[in-house]
Structures are given as C-alpha cells and as structure tokens.
C-alpha cells in the first residue's frame, strides 16, 4: 500500500507537497521513488530516497524538488517548489526492495495510485 496525498492545482511558482506512507514490516528499509507521467508522455523519473544511501533526481527537477523520509512515520515527501506547466502530471509514489535508489520504473514493485498535479501558467 502506497497511497500518495498533497497533488492539487497551483499557479507557475508556486510550490507544493506530496506524501506517501508506506505499510508493512520492511517499509522503513525500502527504497522509495516518486514519478510522473504526463499526458501523451512516457513515465518519468523525479526522485528516489534510500535509507541508507542518500537520495537521486531526475534532471528536470533538480534545484527545484527535494524528497526526504521520515522513517518513524515510513513516509516520503516530495517537496516541489518553483512549479511551471511542464510539472504537470500525475506523480506516483514507489518502492523498491533495495538499499539503492534507481531511474527505471521497472526497478520498482511496488505502486501507489497516484496524486494529480496541474500547474497554471
């Protein structure tokens, strides 16, 4: 289970953030990602946390997205400042089996059902 939370509308500049809680025994040990996919566009690369081994980003949103977990609560944030159209997605909250982070969806097992983000210009 990976319900993700916070998507909503915002005006270019403006900033929001996402959460997703993750359950089960190993929560606190998995990796976890956040991507989005845009209309008519293939599924993207935003952000991956480890609990070990630091965090990843996509090049679209580095400088302006940070994520961060909270291991006591098994939650990840994506914070997302400075927001223009082309953030617009649905963003999905992942988790992988592993101590590393990783850019490919298909490393990913486990999915959330994904939180709408628009963007107005």
């Known amino acids: 289970q990976l319900p993700a939370f916070g998507g909503g509308l915002v005006q270019a500049g403006g900033s929001l953030r996402l959460s997703c809680a993750a359950s089960g025994r190993s929560a606190s040990r998995v990796t976890m990602g956040w991507f989005r996919q845009a209309p008519g566009k293939e599924q993207e690369f935003v952000a991956a946390?480890?609990?070990?081994?630091?965090?990843t980003y996509g090049d679209s949103v580095k400088g302006r997205f940070t994520i961060s977990r909270d291991n006591a609560k098994n939650t990840v944030y994506l914070q997302m400042n400075s927001l223009n159209s082309e953030d617009t997605a649905v963003y999905y909250c992942?988790?992988?089996?592993?101590?590393?982070?990783?850019?490919?969806?298909?490393?990913?097992?486990?999915w959330g059902q994904g939180t709408q983000v628009t963007v107005s210009s």
């Open positions: 946390v480890s609990w070990i081994s630091g965090s």
């Open positions: 992942a988790a992988r089996l592993s101590t590393y982070t990783a850019p490919s969806p298909k490393e990913y097992r486990y």
